[in-house]
């Protein structure tokens, strides 16, 4: 699928953005045109597609499942912590036809993708340094498709990541086993709000253990290098896919902007 035809069919999605956002939870929902780029990145490098299984961790309004079905993913999984964001993903879901069956549907349909919600939440300590005490690895900062608003075509990566073994079985509140999905796709809250200080590491740490392939997660730019030896530190590889603008429309009545661009990675 090309990129202009994904950003079309991702425009088309009912309900992109939270009606009733929870700033607790730092609800922000991941922009059709963002949305595009990481799918597409991640198609080119196979790991999401026809034979493919993917998980949204904290999956908001769904864009990110949306899009992994769009370009033929056969599971998609969407778990987050809020019933009436998984409502909003559900109906959106549906809306875009995805994971309905009709009667005249042959049940071994290639096309057909497999859609499973599930309401869960991550335990999350705040803490400074949520890093594994196993050390070793190697990564790589790359920066590529710096631009507006993620604008900028994301070149393929290395080849696929295979998860070491040495993070062991976690009690991260998600009752998912180890390694149950191809792909893990995540916009995880960048803890800035009191009592979320770390929480993308948690979200991280959670989306290695689901993950036998890999993992897609933004973070905020100002915090790679931490990000970088965090997961060195789990014995993986890491590698910065693409440099890009989060945009944050004007949701809270604490917002004095219409809106604000946030650099952040998208890490591999």
Known sequence: ???????????????????????????????????????????????????????DLGCGTGMLSIGSAIVGSSQVILVDCDETALAIAHENMEEMGIGEVNEDDDDEDEDFCAVEYLLAKINHVPRKDVSNSNKGGRGRGRGRGKGRGGRGTPTPSSAPIEPPQNIGPLDDGIPLASKCVDTVMTNPPFGTKPGNSGIDISFLRTAVRLAKRSVYSFHKSSTRQYLIKTVESWGYEVDVVAEMKFDIPKLYKFHSKDNVDVDVDLIR
Request: glycine share 4%.
């Open 1 to 55: 699928m090309k990129l202009k035809h994904l950003k079309s069919a991702l425009s088309s999605v009912p309900t992109p953005q939270f009606i009733d956002p929870n700033i607790t939870l730092e609800q922000y929902a991941t922009s059709p045109e963002l949305t595009s780029y990481i799918i597409y990145s991640a198609l080119q490098n196979e790991d999401i597609g026809y034979g493919r299984s993917v998980l």
